[in-house]
């Protein structure tokens, strides 16, 4: 059989676009036929075997295949989980390359090495954004600042909600008075 090359495309959220991945690839020189391509719109914190198309990409690939990625996330959430993705892979004779690592086969030596560290940087990276996060989120607490979702209605509302109720309204009426929603109004009875 032949050797096919195929090209893995992720995005986040389906807003985005994974054209430019695809013109990354073949502007690199890599023969990519459109039923080669797989495109996947999922978070990059979901491990590579839970992502639809990856799995799907894991039934077709044969040895010889060569699986060409634009950057190491495509491949895992983290550094465990690419480094297991490409165990799967080279044990399955598939050839990976990552554009962003030089085009190397990252089933070579040297490829596997800078895989390796890139990884770790990639890892080490998202935990700073999550302390960041983190600590953005403690300082707009400490200024006194909500967070999450505005409540629908105030406790002196919820108590008037549960009162008409109480005389015979019904909830999508109360809901209706009060412009929410007849859930909103039903939790807020409940609530008692």
């Known amino acids: 059989m032949m050797s096919r ?7 986040s959220t389906e807003g985005q676009d994974n054209d430019n991945q695809l013109a990354e690839i073949t502007g690199k020189g890599f023969d990519v036929k459109e039923r080669h391509i797989i495109r996947d719109v999922v978070s990059g914190s979901t491990p590579a075997m839970d992502r639809p198309g990856f ?36 044990a ?3 050839e990976v390359h990552c554009l962003a690592l030089a085009g190397f086969d ?3 030596a040297i490829g596997g090495m800078v895989m390796q560290v890139l990884a770790a940087v990639a890892q080490f990276e998202r935990e700073l954004i999550a302390e960041r996060t983190k600590a953005g989120v403690a300082n707009a607490r400490a200024k006194g600042k ?12 919820k108590k008037d909600a549960r009162q ?29």
């Not at 060569?66 to 490409?86: E, F, M, N, Y």
């Not at 967070?147 to 209605?153: D, E, M, S």
């Open 146 to 157: 909500v967070l999450g979702r505005p409540v629908a209605l105030t406790d002196q509302q």
């Open 5 to 11: 090359t195929w090209a893995y495309l992720r995005v």
């Open 55 to 90: 799995a799907t990409l894991m039934g077709k690939l044969d040895e010889g295949d060569r699986l060409v990625v634009t950057k190491l996330d495509r491949l895992g959430r983290d550094s465990i989980d690419v480094q297991t993705t490409l165990k799967k892979l080279t």
């Open 92 to 94: 399955m004779g598939v």
């Open 106 to 108: 990252l089933g070579s």
């Open 164 to 192: 008409m109720v109480e005389q015979g309204h019904s909830y999508r009426s109360v809901a209706k008075a009060m412009g929410c929603s007849h859930a909103t109004i039903m939790r807020a009875c409940e609530a008692i």
